[in-house]
């Protein structure tokens, strides 16, 4: 009879990659802690920077104002991604995603916070298709949708470390060094992406 044919190891499935897949594969992970981190905590900071009274007003404006930046990044940095290399996109939007949490992490009042929420979100909004434009140029077409799978699960890896980081920041510094340490892992982002870079 025919012998079974062994299925290869795990190790064997990864043959044939790109080493750019790896430092890929992490920024899906540290843009999801980033862009989490400071999430469960912005209505403290509303409340800190415009007062008890109106913070649950405040908080849903900022909110849509960050959803709104957010939409015409899906629309315009798409678009730019398409015509342009991943990393000329992804790059300012990564600098100007740190400097815009740390705006948020000083602001002095609510415009000035709701403000940098939006130019936050509309940064940060155009890393993700980056991040895929550049994965797919590294990927085998024949194993793209496996591992954009595994960016996605990665991406919930990174919000689920957001959630235990944001909460021992706080705890530890204040809700002010949760922003300040967002703005840090958007930072992060810029030597993996370069060093990612160089495989695509």
């Not at 959803?67 to 990393?87: E, H, Q, V």
């Not at 960016?151 to 920041?169: H, K, N, W």
Request: glycine share 12%; charged share 10%; with cysteine.
């Amino acid at each position: 009879s025919a012998e079974t044919e062994k299925k290869p190891g795990f190790f064997a499935s990864w043959q044939g990659y790109s080493w750019g897949i790896w430092p890929l594969l992490i920024l899906f992970v540290v843009m999801g802690m980033a862009r989490r981190l400071d999430e469960p905590y912005l209505a403290i900071l509303v409340e800190k920077v415009g007062g008890t009274a109106n913070a649950i007003k405040y908080t849903g404006w900022i909110c849509a104002l960050a959803a709104l930046g957010g939409l015409f990044s899906g629309i315009l940095i798409g678009k730019l991604c398409d015509r342009y290399s991943p990393t000329k996109i992804a790059l300012p939007a990564t600098i100007l995603a740190a400097c815009t949490m740390v705006f948020q992490a000083y602001a002095v009042n609510v415009f000035m916070l709701g403000s940098a929420r939006f130019f936050h979100f509309f940064a940060a909004g155009g890393l993700e298709p980056a991040f895929q434009t550049l994965l797919s140029r590294i990927s085998p077409p024949e194993k793209r949708g496996t591992l954009f799978g595994i960016a996605s699960s990665l991406r919930m890896f990174g919000i689920l470390l957001a959630a235990i980081l944001g909460g021992g920041v706080i705890f530890l510094a204040g809700i002010n060094a949760v922003f300040l340490t967002s703005g840090v892992l958007f930072l992060l982002l810029i030597p993996i992406m370069l060093y990612a870079k160089k495989y695509a």
